[in-house]
């Protein structure tokens, strides 16, 4: 037949790396294909679903999270392109990357950014022995409901994964920071800026109107909105 060319699977099966791996036992790296898509339910941690690890990303709101709505009044969102999945240790690389870049550019008092995302679906790997005797162990696809390995987050097409409100001034930093976070994941996603005012549900210029009649009232990094219903006020 045909010799094997260099970087096919048979010539890295053969090759010193396989060859190392398998004297120690170990497993290669799963191809992405494996743990990229949404397959089936959500697989969440329970009591019946233990030893699950934890999450690497433990924060989900950074910077100046006790600052007023009327303070930041912009916003922008890195929003997703694709359904898949994203693990928590891209979840946190991304959540670093983008506070670095937005304290040094920034400053530490000027944002608040917030992960809009949570890493409940667990992923599990059905772990093969390719040691030596390692037939005699193991017992193939038998039994191949697979051990904890991690979690991640599952998202859709448009939403939102995090999302920076800051100040008008320092938009291009924001968009910036977003821009370098995408490298982090995989797929593709897209920096939108939001029409709304901060983290409300509110357009900017609804917001300025309901703020001049008195409807609006700061609530933390949201507000509360009067509709004017309700008992009437005591004459």
């Not at 010799?3 to 170990?26: A, D, K, T, V």
């Not at 009327?70 to 359904?83: G, N, T």
């Not at 950014?113 to 030596?132: D, E, G, Q, T």
Request: proline share 6%; with cysteine; hydrophobic share 30%.
């Amino acid at each position: 037949g045909k010799p094997y060319s260099i970087g096919s699977p048979c010539c890295c099966l053969f090759s010193r790396r396989g060859r190392r791996n398998r004297l120690r036992g170990e497993m290669g790296r799963r191809p992405a294909r494996c743990y990229r898509y949404w397959r089936g339910k959500p697989y969440i941690k329970s009591r019946y679903c233990r030893g699950v690890p934890d999450a690497k990303i433990r924060i989900y709101d950074v910077g100046r999270k006790k600052a007023a709505v009327d303070e930041f009044p912009y916003c922008a969102h890195l929003v997703s392109l694709e359904r898949e999945n994203l693990s928590s240790e891209a979840l946190e690389a991304a959540r670093i990357a983008c506070n670095k870049y937005m304290v040094k550019f920034g400053g530490k008092d000027n944002f608040h950014l917030r992960i809009r995302v949570h890493p409940w679906h667990v992923l599990r790997i059905n772990k093969m022995l390719s040691c030596a005797g390692a037939d005699r162990l193991q017992t193939g696809m038998r039994g191949a409901f697979g051990k904890p390995l991690g979690t991640c987050a599952r998202v859709a097409i448009g939403q939102v994964i995090m999302s920076i409100r800051s100040k008008d001034n320092l938009a291009n930093v924001v968009c910036e920071s977003l821009r370098r976070a995408k490298f982090k994941f995989p797929g593709r996603q897209k920096v939108i800026v939001s029409k709304k005012h901060g983290f409300t549900k509110f357009d900017r210029p609804q917001y300025d109107i309901y703020k001049k009649e008195g409807r609006v009232h700061p609530d933390g990094a949201g507000c509360k909105f009067d509709n004017l219903h309700g008992p009437l006020p005591e004459v």
